[in-house]
């Protein structure tokens, strides 16, 4: 009997399958296509246990596809521009491009030994020359067709890393990466022109009907689509009027003042002559732009002076307050406040001792706590105590819309619909990104670099000794001739946004090497991409950016019409976890709490140590594996120890997919010993003689049953399920005492059936029971149904509600002959002692019940 060698088998059919081109994926219109993808990952340089699990559920799929005859795409790439590698730059010297490279070796060397079904032969890097030159040959297309524009707007702006971030990169109102205090700054910006297809975007969710419903509420939300009432506030002054745009208009009868934007036309104006409003705005604009930023800094407010006339009283005046909470570019800059109904109203109300006038209460009369604003659900009925429209109860859509109808038909005040998405800023003050493909000419102005001088590379010879973007200190690559008059210029030393690296990768994968963004014939054949696999993290901006660059690209002639929703199907799924295990003695010299990695621990006299010291360790429950607690299990070590089958099946067996799972030593441990055994089991079988044995028909039932549920599990991504299907047909299989032609065939079926999850093990039980070929090329196993169905059938015996026996009955007996043999059990002969039931119910193929 030979051993289970994990790292022997492994590498002999990861050799076998580069030599057969395997997974070299070639247009083929005789075949159906299949695109799988995950999410590809940023080259951090170290492989984690939730990268296998990603990848290795994206490799079930593809495998079993391959198997089902499907032509499969299967590629990876690395997300490889960002301020990571710039910051590593900074931190130990060298260069982002020598830092990022370096890591794609290293993590493509650790992809490799899990066997993955990566046609690596279409691998590419986001920082590659040929990939960026056509992300900047898109840029221009898009410039052509009124995609993109330059615009100044207000920033988040990071003073320390000196770039721009984006509202998702600020946490607690400090940039992610550097932790300063992000401040709002004007800055003339690139922006995809992404609002315009706003309402587009929002009712193509509609038709995603295998994403996860929670994806489609996130976009549904961030894209926020609401019906409001847009008018204007006559000024007492004569100035101009304050156009505003609310979306509870209902509630116009409760308003305490009108808020402007520090970054509003009049507060510009009054600004450049008034010192103290001066000073006033300079502190409004150090907060960020994010909604959390807003919403948890201290309210500030500053009274214009201005009044203006409230629109249903001209008697009625109310003061014109600038306001730090009241975003530019939303609605139009300007709002009427409620605090009665609004809290972040209320708050400033209070603080600058302004009216709170309530329009409607609850419909039992109950008052609202105080300083809490009464918020009820649009769609809730409350009773209205001050409406001008004359309500009494109604719910606030009601009243919305009845205010609506009111202002049109007296018309000073216009219905109109917008959305809570904004265009996307693409303008990063960086080096590592994608160079923005413009140059600034005296003369011209703006001027489209030609295509003909694409790629517009990065420069390698740049220092990060001083803070801020080197492209704005590289005269030798900054200073251009204009490609319109030849005149000096200069290039645009933004580059773009990484979330537009990672908007149309997935294209590009269908013409890696093409000398244009994609090739018509190869993006018709293989998009759209029919399983994308990532995290649910990525929900929104990642999603929505990418369904609106398919949309771009079509526009622009680069992908079909039916590209326009690229992921024809996408599946979220868990984290990987670990237990934290944190120093109880002592801490490091900055006070600090000191986190062991899980291979310097030990259990032992009933609690945890670290192995060297002794030092005892709290053990924090399972949680996401992170460096910075050091909780990482380096699937290498895995590998060595147990083998890439080994990782793979125990990622996929522990727990639903789209859930958590969490790794333990003790679970690995038990996945290895499983797969010895199916080997060991298969070793049996391949040198077993036939002889003497019972029935065959039972297992190869079983084995049909295995081959319906575990392709049924595969399918729709329940492959814990299958997993646990497989651990079942196995011991069926170890127990079986039937002939060697049908242990065969059965060993055989299991194998196929564990290959996508387990492929080096099992193209090794194919060749030891002398299959055809590999086990990859082989057809998919399809169960019998006539040896699904079940001759016999075991129904259990009830007795006045208690399981007291049961009787194995052929499946198709009529239920007149079940009950003579119910009644003739002697379980139930000597319950009843010669009395008749008084009921008797036969449930086909399920249960009998008997009512003494």
Not at 43 to 60: A, F
Not at 745 to 774: C, N, R, V, Y
Request: glycine share 6%; net charge negative; proline share 6%.
């Amino acid at each position: 009997m030979s051993r289970y060698t994990a790292a022997e088998i492994e590498h002999k059919w990861q050799q076998a399958w580069a030599k057969a081109d395997t997974f070299k994926a070639v247009r083929d219109p005789s075949k159906p296509k299949y695109y799988v993808l995950e999410m590809f990952p940023y080259p951090s340089g170290k492989l984690h246990m939730g990268h296998v699990r990603n990848y290795t559920m994206g490799d079930v799929i593809a495998r079993h596809k391959i198997s089902t005859g499907h032509n499969v795409l299967h590629p990876m790439g690395f997300d490889a521009f960002g301020m990571p590698a710039e910051n590593a730059a900074m931190a130990i010297g060298g260069h982002p491009k020598e830092w990022t490279y370096s890591n794609i070796d290293t993590m493509v060397d650790q992809m490799k030994p899990l066997g993955l079904s990566l046609d690596w032969s279409r691998m590419f890097a986001t920082c590659d020359p040929e990939y960026y030159g056509q992300q900047q040959a898109l840029f221009l297309d898009f410039l052509e067709n009124d995609l993109v524009y330059r615009k100044n707007a207000i920033v988040n702006w990071d003073p320390v890393d000196m770039t721009v971030l984006a509202n998702e990169q600020v946490e607690g109102g400090r940039g992610w990466r550097s932790g300063a205090l992000v401040e709002r700054r004007e800055l003339t910006q690139w922006f995809f022109k992404i609002s315009d297809h706003s309402e587009e975007l929002l009712d193509a969710l509609d038709t995603l009907e295998n994403w996860p419903a929670k994806v489609r509420l996130m976009q549904e939300n961030w894209i926020g689509r609401s019906r409001g009432l847009q008018f204007s506030f006559e000024r007492t002054d004569a100035g101009e009027p304050i156009t505003v745009y609310t979306t509870r208009p209902d509630t116009l009868m409760g308003a305490s003042f009108v808020g402007i934007s520090p970054d509003h036309p009049i507060s510009k104006e009054m600004e450049a002559d008034n010192p103290e409003l001066a000073t006033f705005l300079a502190e409004c604009r150090k907060g960020g732009t994010t909604e959390e930023a807003i919403e948890t800094a201290e309210k500030l407010g500053y009274d214009t002076g201005i009044r203006v006339k409230h629109p249903l009283n001209p008697d009625w005046e109310l003061p014109v307050w600038i306001a730090n909470f009241i975003l530019m570019d939303y609605g139009t800059g300007a709002i009427f406040a409620c605090p009665a109904h609004d809290q972040r109203d209320l708050d400033f109300c209070r603080k600058y001792d302004l009216p709170v006038i309530d329009t409607f209460f609850a419909l039992d009369d109950a008052k609202p706590v105080e300083n809490t604003a009464f918020v009820p659900l649009k769609s809730e009925k409350v009773k209205w105590v001050n409406h001008f429209a004359g309500l009494e109860e109604a719910t606030g859509e009601e009243a919305i819309n009845a205010t609506i109808d009111l202002a049109e038909s007296q018309g000073w005040g216009e219905g109109v619909t917008k959305f809570r998405l904004r265009d996307w800023g693409l303008s990063r003050q960086r080096y590592w990104g994608c160079p923005i493909p413009v140059v600034h000419c005296d003369a011209c102005g703006v001027v489209p670099e030609k295509k003909e001088n694409l790629p517009i590379e990065l420069p390698d010879d740049v220092t990060f000794d001083k803070p801020g973007n080197p492209l704005d200190r590289h005269p030798t690559w900054r200073d251009c001739a204009c490609p319109s008059c030849g005149a000096p210029a200069k290039r645009e030393t933004d580059t773009m946004d990484t979330f537009v690296d990672s908007s149309w990768y997935f294209a590009r994968f269908t013409a890696p090497r093409a000398t244009t963004p994609t090739v018509a014939e190869d993006a018709a054949y293989w998009m759209n991409v029919d399983q994308y696999i990532g995290g649910i993290e990525h929900a929104i901006l990642h999603l929505l950016y990418s369904r609106f660059f398919a949309r771009a690209m079509h526009i622009c002639g680069h992908l079909p019409e039916s590209a326009k929703e690229p992921f024809d199907a996408l599946f979220t799924q868990g984290m990987v976890t670990h237990a934290i295990f944190k120093n109880a003695e002592r801490t490091d010299e900055n006070g600090r709490a000191i986190y062991h990695y899980p291979a310097e621990i030990e259990d032992r006299d009933g609690g945890t140590f670290v192995k060297e010291t002794g030092e005892k360790v709290t053990v924090i429950p399972s949680a996401k594996m992170s460096k910075s607690k050091n909780n990482v299990v380096d699937p290498v070590d895995i590998i060595t120890s147990y083998g890439a089958d080994t990782a793979r099946w125990f990622v996929l067996s522990d727990s639903p997919p789209e859930r958590d799972v969490e790794w333990t030593a003790s679970g690995a441990e038990a996945a290895f010993k499983h797969l010895s055994r199916v080997h060991r089991i298969a070793s049996d079988v391949a040198t077993a003689e036939d002889g003497p044995h019972g029935s065959d028909e039972a297992l190869l039932r079983e084995m049909h049953k295995a081959i319906r549920d575990v392709t049924l599990g595969v399918e729709s991504f329940g492959f814990n399920a299958s997993i646990a299907k497989l651990y079942g047909f196995t011991n069926t299989l170890a127990k079986s005492k039937a002939g060697s032609a049908a242990k065969r065939e059965a060993t055989k079926t299991l194998a196929q059936l564990m290959a996508p999850m387990t492929p080096h093990l099992s193209e090794e039980i194919w060749q030891l029971l002398d299959g055809d070929g590999l086990i990859i090329n082989a057809v998919w196993p399809a169960a019998d149904e006539a040896m699904l169905v079940e001759a016999n059938v075991t129904l259990p015996i009830q007795i006045n509600g208690k399981r007291r026996a049961e009787i194995s009955v052929p499946a198709d007996l009529a239920n007149e002959e079940i009950e003579k043999l119910v009644l003739a059990h002697e379980t139930v002969t000597s319950r009843l002692e010669g009395a008749q039931p008084k009921k008797l119910i036969v449930v086909p193929g399920r249960i009998v019940n008997v009512v003494i």
